[in-house]
Nanobody
Framework: QVQLVESGGGSVQAGDSLRLSCAASARTFSTMGWFRQAPGKEREFVACITWNGASTYSTDSMKGRFTISRDNSKNTVYLEMNSLKPEDTAVYYC???????????????????WGQGTQVTVSS
């Protein structure tokens, strides 16, 4: 069982930046991703990265603003968020798949491990 712990959330102004971190309790040689969930909305895919960082994917609305990266020596995945908007307000979750052979995956049900989430609030 892999434990995931997110950190780095907070309350910021529109246009500010935040860097979220997700520390895993063990090495995850598999795809990891970030999702977010705003009040009253379904969990939404943000970005994912394959085990060696060779492939990343994010939704069109976040490309150019959000960047996912990982440092396997630290068992940590990051989400750099720039030019934040009020509509980015949500709880951000880190997730990991346990299959080392998978590539890009964007469906929440395809992830096996989840963190508790970190709140990001962006005010105008």
């Amino acid at each position: 069982q892999v434990q995931l712990v997110e950190s780095g959330g907070g309350s910021v102004q529109a246009g500010d930046s935040l860097r979220l971190s997700c520390a895993a309790s063990a090495r995850t040689f598999s795809t990891m991703g970030w999702f977010r969930q705003a009040p009253g909305k379904e969990r939404e895919f943000v970005a994912c990265i394959t085990w060696n960082g060779a492939s990343t994917y994010s939704t069109d609305s976040m490309k150019g603003r959000f960047t996912i990266s990982r440092d396997n020596s630290k068992n940590t995945v990051y989400l750099e968020m720039n030019s934040l908007k009020p509509e980015d307000t949500a709880v951000y979750y880190c997730a990991a798949n346990r299959n080392p052979l998978v590539g890009v995956i964007i469906t929440p049900g395809d992830y096996d491990y989840w963190g508790q989430g970190t709140q990001v609030t962006v005010s105008s």
